[in-house]
């Protein structure tokens, strides 16, 4: 750990910023501090939109193939720096250290993604109604684009936003999650490491403030915003008033596992434990309701609740366990309050871990934020706020219902939100159906619904998102689309 504050890099330089503030990156498992950042004001994000802006015009000139070679030499990085980086994200955001390394590993699909895909055909040639006409669907880069990205993915997420975005001639400024800025210190150090010029990348660190002042700024193209969706829609919605820019919004959910009468319920078990309980329940596809057939519902309650029971709660850094802690103690009221407000609402509790035992708390990490899962039974068809809202804990509904695939289908599209869902079932026409019909930008069958590959889109609908997916659908957010006609005979149309 430095002894100095952490800068911020701009325009290929480390700064110290205008602000006389800075804040810490604690490790949410101990409370331990991991190092002082210096906090980013209006200024300081000016003056990077200042650098990103200039640096555009010459980095666009590149082919695509040659901007690909910066992001080639990050790769490298980031697979050599696995081990290290991987507990980097451990440390600062709590989760256990196998999802840590996998963290990483999907910032590299991420990174191999944008930078092989240079090489491939962009745009489409198409027929034209006149034989000498030659026409073609081009892409431009968009300008500047203003990255704003959540702590739960806080090396994969930003390469999701920033790799596509680079290869295709734009230049960006990021701003890490405040919980994480330790990764993004890293992440800034691979890109001067990697030569790129001056003010292509730019990270700004700090709080919701030096976010807003990166999405409000006129001179932003394209905002990638990942994260709630009570600031994800102000965004959006900001930003839709300002015509020629675009803000891509990726958000929260409440997502659904349906379990049919027709499931494997080792299958059905294993989904919903992985998916309700890695992460401790903060991943934007953690699943917060089991919608389970009446006819498998009690075998599926019992070895669940077991599971429920017996997950272990620890030391992320440790290979055995299952649960990290939250990420803040404010997140830790936020959920305990869920927790209440369920038992208010009258739903049956199954399964109250959130007070750890002292035995279960590992020595020295009596400061972390812990908690267990909290499981309960409620009626499917009750308006109920806790099977409703995004938690983002270890909260979790099993929700019974009879009949057939239509109607758990309803169970599961009542909510606002679209992120995720998963079915599990050996009957192909139960699992077409829910393909087709569960309102949702990511859909699983027979397999826990927590996974993300980069050659697929990554977005929701309803509240989830607001139409552009990222990973690699990011390049419909950072290029413009131009219809190219080219007369190639002599005569005058
Ligand atoms: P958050 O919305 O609190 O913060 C996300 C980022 O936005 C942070 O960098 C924060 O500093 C910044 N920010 C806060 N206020 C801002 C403002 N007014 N203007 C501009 N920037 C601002 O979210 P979080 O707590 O970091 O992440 C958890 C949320 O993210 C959950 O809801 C989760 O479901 C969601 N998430 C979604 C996806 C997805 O791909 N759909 C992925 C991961 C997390």
Redesign the pocket.
Known sequence: MSSEPYKHYIDGEWVEGTGTETFTSENPANGETLGEFQRGTEDDVDEAIAAADEAFEEWRELSQIDRAEYLWDIYQELKDRHEELGEVVTKECGKEISEGKADVTEAWHMVEWAAGDARHPKGDVVPSEIPAKDAYMRRKPRGVIGC??????PVA?PFWHMAVSLVEGNTVVW?????TPWCGQIIAEMFEDSGIPDGVFNMVQ???????A??DDGRIDTVL????????H??ASKVGGEPGKLAAA????KNNIVITEEADLDIAVHSATMSSFKTTG???VSSERIVVHEDVYDEFKQRFVENAQNVAVGDPLDENTFMGPL?EEE?KAKVSNYNQLAKDEGVNVLVDREELGAEEIPEGHEDGHWVGPFVYEADPHEDLRCTHE?V?GPHVALLKYSGDIEDAVEIHNDTEYG?AGAIISEDYRQINYFRDHAEVGLAYGNLPCIGAEVQLP???VKK??NGYP?AREVIEAVTERTAWTLNNSKEIE
């Not at 701003?175 to 919980?179: F, G, I, V, Y």
């Not at 700090?206 to 807003?212: Q, V």
């Not at 990726?250 to 959910?253: C, H, L």
């Open positions: 704003v990205t959540p702590w739960n993915f997420i701003k890490p999650a405040e919980q700090g709080f919701g403030d030096a976010g807003a990166i999405t915003f990942t994260g709630s969706a009570e600031v994800g102000e965004i990726e958000m929260g959910g903060q991943r934007c990420i997140h995004e983002f992120l990554f977005g929701g989830s998102g990222s």
